[in-house]
């Protein structure tokens, strides 16, 4: 019995010492983690449309992809979305910069630069439709927020209101049970 065990351990052994590194389990996390990030890194990135033949369904495209990444991709579009407007600042790159900035993710959004960008392309360019569908979804965020305010606001009316109600109906109870 002791025999056996001692075999199975010294072919484990020998199974082990001469597995080849790729099929060992890397050491340190971090290996899988910079595979990941190479892996991140490779995949190819549809860029904003930047030509005057461009259409809005070109833009459209590009604006679904980006309605489908999360924060840090989102982040990393923004960088690489400014890097190129500083290569070569033009009308795409500004409506580019500019609906990237328009989007709810707390690492980019940045309404007011969205604005004054969007404010920069030309209104006789290509770029025209799209800039006005973007301004359009602006001033509906603009919309909802005020919207969401408003609702907050009126949600603490009512409460206020419920604690008017209470007391007042606590007060009724105390009247009622007072002897006459």
Request: hydrophobic share 40%; net charge negative; aromatic share 2%.
């Amino acid at each position: 019995m002791l025999k056996s065990s001692v075999i199975v351990i010294v072919t484990c052994l020998l199974a082990a010492c001469t597995t080849s590194p790729q099929a060992m389990p890397s050491k340190a996390p971090e290996d899988a983690v910079k595979k990941k990030v190479c892996i991140a890194v490779s995949v190819p990135v549809t860029p904003a449309p930047q030509s005057e033949a461009a259409t809005v369904e070109d833009w459209l495209e590009f604006i679904g992809r980006i309605k489908t990444l999360d924060a840090l991709e989102l982040a990393g579009e923004r960088d690489r979305i400014v890097m190129e407007h500083r290569e070569r600042p033009s009308d795409g790159s500004r409506l580019a910069l500019g609906y990237l900035l328009s989007q709810p993710q707390p690492l980019v959004r940045d309404i007011e630069k969205s604005r004054m960008l969007l404010d920069a392309v030309v209104s006789s360019s290509a770029y025209a439709p799209v800039r006005d569908l973007v301004v359009r979804e602006l001033a509906k965020i603009d919309e909802i927020t005020d919207l969401q305010a408003q609702v907050t606001r009126l949600q603490s009316q009512l409460d206020a209101l419920k604690v008017i109600e209470t007391d007042l109906t606590e007060n009724q109870k105390e009247l009622e049970e007072v002897p006459q």
